[in-house]
Every structure is written in C-alpha cells, then in structure tokens.
C-alpha cells in the first residue's frame, strides 16, 4: 500500500486555515495518523483513527477521512505550527509514512 | 514517565554491522508492541521494523528485510536492532518507537533517534 500527500510544501500565514491531503492506495479503513515534526526535532503524533486527537494536541487541529483520502486541517495557523507533517498507515505492515508535507511562513 | 533511549550509532563502512539498542523506561515494556523508524539526512521518516510484545512476531520494510534483525528481552527492557550488510543509503537517524497501545495503533513515544553513517 501506497501513502501518497499533496501538496508537498505550501506556504501559509499565522491564523489561515489550511488543508493537507493524504490518499492511500488501497481502503485502510480508518487507520491513519499524522504526525508534525519540526527541523532537528522528533516527530509528535497529533492524530489517529483518521479523526481522534491525541492528548495534548489543540483543538485547531483536526482530521477526516476513510478508506483512502484524509485531510488534515489546520484552522488558524499558529507559528509554532509550522513543521513538515507526515500521514501513516498503522493497521499491519508495512506501516508506510506518506512523503511529507512542509508547511512554511509566507 | 516514558523515556525510549537509543544507542550504539556511529560510523560503518559499507558492508559493515552495526547493532542499535532502545532502553525503555517508565512503562510495562512487555506489554507494548515496538519498531524502529528512520530518517535520512533532509528526507522523510520511512518504517523499518515491527516486533510484537512477546518478540514472536516481526515484521521488516522490504528495504532492509534479510539484513536487519530486531530482537527485544522482556526482562532487561531493551530492543534491539541488528543491522548487516549495511550500504549508503542505510545512512540516516534511527528511531526507537513504541505503539500508542495493543493492537493496530501508531507510535506515541520516539527515542531521540542515534545516527548511523555507512561510508567508506
């Protein structure tokens, strides 16, 4: 199975919203993640089951999505939000990481 | 508290092994399913390997499958990741992870990763 992301780098301002795509190549019902990671740091789950928040993570995040398309969406960039974000496959191996989506300050 | 401590990265010449060790604490060890993620330099996380919570069961990335072996000791709390045959492109920064809780789920705890460079 296949994880692809679009885009693959998008430029945004503090307080837009914004949405990054994952699709996978086969149904894998509603096990997907995303994770963020920043430069030098190590990734943070944010999100699994496609839409359940992990503790901790703010509300402005959230995730939709089943069989093979997911969004995640950011409403109201903060400047600690922008990082690379990554979606994962998790129901059996392997369990790809997408490409990654690098959200940077316009 | 959770703390996954990685260790025994370094410098290997092509064709050389190396052996990589995650020392878990603040958890019941023998209950969590484990794995390794690495990253190469500037690129993205790519998955490696899998091992249940009884270390019956592993799984590997066709990319290192037949060169990697990962083992874990119940008692000791230590996973490990056995690497030969290693090449260039094995280059990167390896993470110990640790899945969210039994069953299908993603990784809620990363090491701080331990860099392997394969150069001659």
Redesign the interface.
Same mark, same amino acid.
Request: charged residues 15%.
């Given at each position: 199975i296949q994880m692809t992301q679009s885009p693959a780098s998008l430029s945004a301002s503090v307080g837009d919203t914004i949405t990054i795509t994952c699709r996978a190549s086969q149904d894998i019902e509603r &096990?997907l993640?995303w &994770?963020q990671?920043k430069p030098g740091k190590?990734?943070?789950?944010l999100i &699994?089951s496609a839409s359940t928040l &992990?503790a901790g993570v703010p509300s402005r995040f959230s995730g939709s999505g089943s069989a093979t398309e997911f969004t995640l969406t950011i409403a109201g960039l903060q400047p600690e939000d922008f990082a690379?974000y990554?979606c994962?496959r998790?129901?059996?191996?392997?369990?790809?990481?997408?490409?990654?989506t690098k959200v940077d300050i316009k | 508290e959770v703390q996954l401590v990685e260790s025994g990265g370094g410098l290997v010449q092509p064709g050389g092994s190396l052996r990589l060790s995650c020392a878990a604490s603040g958890f019941s060890f023998s209950v969590y399913e484990m794995?390794w993620?690495r990253q190469a330099p500037g690129k993205?996380?790519?998955?490696i390997s899998?091992i249940g919570h009884d270390g019956v069961v592993t799984? $590997? !990335?066709?990319s290192v499958r037949g060169r990697f072996t990962v083992s874990r000791d119940n008692v000791k709390d230590v996973m490990s990741l056995q690497m030969n045959s290693l090449r260039a492109e094995d280059t990167a920064v390896y $993470?110990c992870v640790r899945d969210?809780h039994g069953g !299908?789920?993603?990784?809620?705890y990363?090491?701080?990763?331990t860099l392997v460079t394969v150069s001659s």
């Amino acid at each position: 199975i296949q994880m692809t992301q679009s885009p693959a780098s998008l430029s945004a301002s503090v307080g837009d919203t914004i949405t990054i795509t994952c699709r996978a190549s086969q149904d894998i019902e509603r &096990y997907l993640a995303w &994770y963020q990671q920043k430069p030098g740091k190590v990734p943070k789950l944010l999100i &699994y089951s496609a839409s359940t928040l &992990y503790a901790g993570v703010p509300s402005r995040f959230s995730g939709s999505g089943s069989a093979t398309e997911f969004t995640l969406t950011i409403a109201g960039l903060q400047p600690e939000d922008f990082a690379t974000y990554y979606c994962q496959r998790y129901s059996s191996a392997p369990r790809t990481f997408g490409p990654g989506t690098k959200v940077d300050i316009k | 508290e959770v703390q996954l401590v990685e260790s025994g990265g370094g410098l290997v010449q092509p064709g050389g092994s190396l052996r990589l060790s995650c020392a878990a604490s603040g958890f019941s060890f023998s209950v969590y399913e484990m794995g390794w993620v690495r990253q190469a330099p500037g690129k993205g996380l790519e998955w490696i390997s899998y091992i249940g919570h009884d270390g019956v069961v592993t799984f $590997y !990335a066709d990319s290192v499958r037949g060169r990697f072996t990962v083992s874990r000791d119940n008692v000791k709390d230590v996973m490990s990741l056995q690497m030969n045959s290693l090449r260039a492109e094995d280059t990167a920064v390896y $993470y110990c992870v640790r899945d969210l809780h039994g069953g !299908a789920t993603p990784f809620e705890y990363w090491g701080q990763g331990t860099l392997v460079t394969v150069s001659s």
